[in-house]
């Protein structure tokens, strides 16, 4: 299923996916596994991608509603999609893990797109403390900020 979603067949995989998923029924790790699979798509823009990664994210809140994963998959598909839950999404995750870097850098980019340019640079102020997300995180934050001066 990986090597069918890397190269961008997501029917394939979502196919090789379910067919795990229908063979594991008890196994809460599969949705969440298909999610990831299909979460670096949605990342790239590819709207097949997101979708598969929104219903399984979906589902894998279902099985594990506290999964933090799941939340991030389910966030960078609704980002990738356009949807308006992004943002609801992505307060939900930021209660749920107030430490984890990577839901500030996505919390940071769904309140950007909402047009929220204080709280997203807080967000992503946040996310620039580590190193794994500081020059996504602080190459979103100069285009906030530039987007803040220039709206007055």
Do not use: C, M
């Amino acid at each position: 299923a990986q090597a069918a979603a890397v190269a961008g067949d997501v029917t394939t995989a979502d196919a090789h996916l379910a067919a795990a998923a229908r063979l594991r029924p008890w196994d809460r790790d599969v949705p969440l596994i298909a999610a990831a699979t299909f979460r670096e798509g949605a990342l790239a823009g590819d709207p097949a991608s997101a979708d598969a990664a929104r219903r399984w994210a979906l589902e894998a809140l279902r099985r594990t509603p506290g999964s933090v994963e799941a939340g991030k998959a389910l966030l960078v598909a609704e980002l990738s999609l356009e949807d308006r839950s992004a943002l609801a999404t992505a307060a939900t995750l930021a209660r749920r893990a107030p430490t984890d870097p990577e839901v500030a850098l996505l919390e940071g980019y769904a309140l950007a797109v909402a047009g929220r340019w204080d709280d997203a640079a807080d967000a992503l102020g946040r996310a620039t403390d580590n190193p794994f997300t500081r020059a996504r995180a602080e190459a979103l934050l100069d285009e906030v900020r530039a987007r803040a001066s220039a709206q007055g």
